[in-house]
């Protein structure tokens, strides 16, 4: 079993950044594959970023492209991701998400774990 518990959220312009973080409880959360999943109301559940196990491959949705990074400090057992130049369009529900295989997937059915969410606004 692993817990998650994303952090970070809260209410910013639109340009402005944030950076929301995933912990881990598990120790061997370093071999699992990681992504980053966003819920906007009255929408469905949407990729944003995910991670390989290493974080030798990651890839993003093209709607945050060159604007969002993920990175993972495994000895923390965390996930970060760094949300720059937000759009009012970014709002949304964040959750962070654990795939025991490794991968990291834009799939969310890949995920086994999901943590509780944090709400991302940003105003225009």
């Known amino acids: 079993q692993v817990q998650l518990v994303e952090s970070g959220g809260g209410l910013v312009q639109a340009g402005g950044s944030l950076r929301l973080s995933c912990a881990a409880s598990?120790?061997?959360?370093?071999?699992?594959?990681v992504g980053w999943f966003r819920q906007a109301p009255g929408k469905e559940r949407e990729f944003v970023a995910a991670?390989?196990?290493?974080?030798?491959?990651?890839q993003y949705a093209d709607s945050v492209k060159g604007r969002f990074t993920l990175s993972r400090d495994n000895a923390k057992n965390t996930v970060y991701l760094q949300m720059n130049s937000l759009k009012p369009e970014d709002t949304a529900i964040y959750y962070c998400?654990?795939?025991?295989?490794?991968?990291?997937?834009?799939?969310?059915?890949?995920?086994?774990?999901w943590g509780q969410g944090t709400q991302v606004t940003v105003s225009s």
């Open positions: 998400a654990a795939d025991p295989r490794g991968y990291g997937s834009s799939w969310y059915r890949y995920y086994d774990y």
């Open positions: 598990r120790r061997t959360f370093s071999g699992y594959g």
């Open positions: 991670s390989n196990w290493s974080g030798g491959s990651t």
